[in-house]
């Protein structure tokens, strides 16, 4: 019995581990920006409670953690995971970085919120939540670059 339920999660755990893409995603704002200025480029900011919000991990789950999203954001962005969780602790340190995002990125504290920012801090666009689906999602990602790219 206990080798059948070894067994059982160590399948679980091979089949949830993240599909490796090189995607930059980040749950550190200083990388986060760091690699966007490096790479040109804007980060997706998605203010999330992974433990407690339940739209907020069916979006980690179904769109976020798809291997279509992971590809996209690859050659498009930088993802930046700000996560308040109620029931695991995360690092005081980082707790306090997430807090001053959320001061200017989230002071109504929406959750899931998902925003377009600079590499500067630049608040670009909200996003509106497309309901569950991958593909409309990056829709909306890619007419906002689009957009952005117009501008400059």
């Not at 704002?29 to 997706?44: E, H, I, M, S, T």
Request: charged residues 20%; positive net charge; aromatic residues 10%.
């Amino acid at each position: 019995m206990t080798r059948r339920l070894a067994g059982t999660i160590y399948l679980l755990f091979i089949l949830l581990l993240p599909f490796n893409t090189g995607a930059q995603v980040f749950t550190d704002p200083d990388k986060a920006f760091a690699a966007a200025a490096g790479n040109n480029r804007r980060v997706l900011l998605v203010f999330q409670g992974s433990d407690w919000c339940i739209p907020c991990i069916r979006l980690e789950r179904q769109v976020l953690s798809s291997p279509r999203f992971l590809q996209f954001v690859q050659d498009s962005l930088v993802v930046l995971k700000a996560d308040f969780p109620q029931r695991s602790k995360i690092d005081p340190a980082l707790a306090s970085r997430y807090d001053k995002l959320a001061a200017s990125f989230n002071p109504e504290g929406a959750f899931p919120k998902i925003l377009l920012l600079s590499a500067q801090q630049q608040n670009l666009a909200t996003l509106a939540q497309t309901g569950l689906a991958t593909e409309p999602f990056i829709a909306q990602i890619k007419a906002l670059l689009r957009s952005y790219a117009a501008k400059m």
